[in-house]
């Protein structure tokens, strides 16, 4: 039995074999857009109906090890009636909570962003806790433009901030997964994008140094090294694969528990692809640390798309979950 005070085997058990994460986190902002894409009109019953499609959907234990959150759903029940944190615990998966507040610009370089929540933090992880929630997320966003963005202001400003977040979620006894991401939106080659994304992960980790951050139950969520989703160019999974590998092995240190990509608005079949690359060429090289996925969008879009927000498309859009679960799954093999 999982001792729940131990953080680095709560943090290992989220590397279960074939298992990896749901990134269920979206605000109520992001969750409006969402939903708004695709023709959903939104309201507090209509998130809570756009979680239980997901968490309801019967055997998802299969692939899932945790499910991240957004604050609001630790304390609403699914259509069974049960609280969603304890329907999913029953079943083997772990609920997280994101808890950074979302972002805004940076004074001295608007066009960049430094994600907000730390002021509160410590009372906010207690009562996080007291409601299930056993590790959690911060989220920073780091964009490209061209080669003046980003500036070293803006990685070493949300370097620090994931630094102090790290620390004050180990010290409430929670596990605290690290999201860096490095967006795929814009222009740029996949050579930027590998290069900036090395800078930020070298930033992070001599910050967490720093702070001395212990990063035995530390999980870093990432990017893959990907061309720009305006660059016209299509990665090939094994040219993905290769250079996502060499700056991990290059700029994240042996001791962090694991490592957790997103899908950042990869097709789900893209994320997939590069998702098995990945896991193929780690198992040659045989890197440190074990491997899964948490994605969103990925894992969530074709399920949206035959829900449509209607009840009588709720078996239809499990379905499609469970099939795009069992892809996912299978690429980790
Ligand atoms: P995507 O997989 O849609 O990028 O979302 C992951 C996530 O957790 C964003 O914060």
Known sequence: MLKMTDLVSIARSLFA????????????????????????ATSPEMRR???????????IEQYLSGIILFSETLLEKGNDKKLFTESLLARGIVPGVKVDLGTEPISTSPQELITQGLLDLPERLVTYKEQ??????????????????????ALHENAKR???????????????????EVLYEGTHSRQRARAVIAETLGTVFS????????????ILKT??????????????????????????????????????FLSGGQTPEQA???????????REVDVPWPLTFSYA??????????????????????????ARLAKVSAALA
């Open 17 to 40: 074999p074939g298992k990896g994460l749901l990134a269920a986190d979206e605000s109520v902002h992001s969750a409006t857009a969402r939903l708004a894409s695709y023709g959903i």
């Open 49 to 59: 109906q756009f979680r239980d499609l997901f968490f309801g959907a019967e055997g």
């Open 132 to 153: 299930g929630a056993v590790f959690t997320k911060w989220r920073a966003v780091i964009r490209i433009d061209g080669d003046h963005l980003p500036t070293a202001t």
């Open 162 to 180: 994931l630094a102090s977040y790290a620390k004050e979620v180990q010290t409430a006894g929670l596990v605290p997964i690290l999201e860096p």
């Open 207 to 218: 910050v967490l140094e720093e702070h001395s951050v212990d990063c035995a139950s530390v």
């Open 223 to 260: 990017s893959m090294m990907l061309s720009g989703s305006e660059s016209m160019k299509k990665d090939s999974p094994g040219e993905v694969a290769k250079d996502t590998l060499e700056v991990l092995l290059e700029n994240v240190p042996r001791q962090v528990t694991g490592i957790v």
């Open 272 to 282: 997939t692809e590069n998702l098995a690359a990945i896991a193929r060429q780690a």
């Open 297 to 322: 969008r990925a894992l969530q879009e074709e399920a949206l798309s035959v829900w449509k927000g209607k009840e009588e498309n709720v078996s239809a859009a499990r379905e499609v979950f469970l």
